[in-house]
């Protein structure tokens, strides 16, 4: 009896953690990606990709605040400003729901989606652009003056498109080394030359 009740616990469990952390769609519709972001809980997370290498203007100090590389404040060669971050999956006490609605964006191809939610709906000028690589999520903010919202989006937009291409690149190097034999990996660890 004791086994059955620790058996169903552990079931209980399993199923409580698949259901905060669920795998990316494989497909492409909107929907399917409206659905991941929206039923998976988030926390924003140190980002993996190096905004100071895209050659998109300049990268700000984080206004003074150090935040240990949660944010990254850009401004671009036309002026416009944008942040950066980087969110995945998690349980913890921290994690919030995704919230707003993924639009697509014409002729993207890659999981990058425009979003309407409060904050975009309580300030018209916000433009908040959201992609997925493998678990990770990325958020792109930038304000417009109203009248440069396409500009501004398409900046945005060329910066999504360098985070993301960044991040799979990790993404395929990590996965490159880790499908290595371990001796193979050790090997190179030890002697960067061999």
Known sequence: MK???????LLIA?????ACTRAPPDEAPVENW????????????????VPSEWNAGKVEDNHGYNNYGIQ????????TPMSYEEF???????????????IGLPGVSRPIFDVNCWYTQN?????????FI?????????THSGTNRPVVLQEALNIAQKA????????????????????????????PQH
């Open 123 to 131: 300030d018209p000028r916000k433009i908040l652009l959201i992609g």
């Open 88 to 102: 995945e999956p998690s349980t913890g006490l921290k994690s919030y729901l995704g919230n707003g609605t993924l």
């Open 14 to 18: 399993i199923l409580a953690m698949s």
């Open 34 to 49: 409206q659905k991941y972001y929206s039923n998976t809980r988030w926390y924003f997370a140190p980002y993996q990709a």
């Open 72 to 79: 990254a404040y850009l401004t671009t060669t036309s002026g």
């Open 134 to 142: 493998g678990g990770r999520g990325f958020k792109i903010e930038a």
């Open 3 to 9: 086994a059955c009740i620790q058996i169903a616990t």
């Open 164 to 191: 993301y291409q960044q991040l799979l690149d990790k993404r395929l190097k990590d996965k490159g080394a880790s499908n290595q034999a371990p001796e193979d990996t050790a090997r190179k660890l030890a002697d």
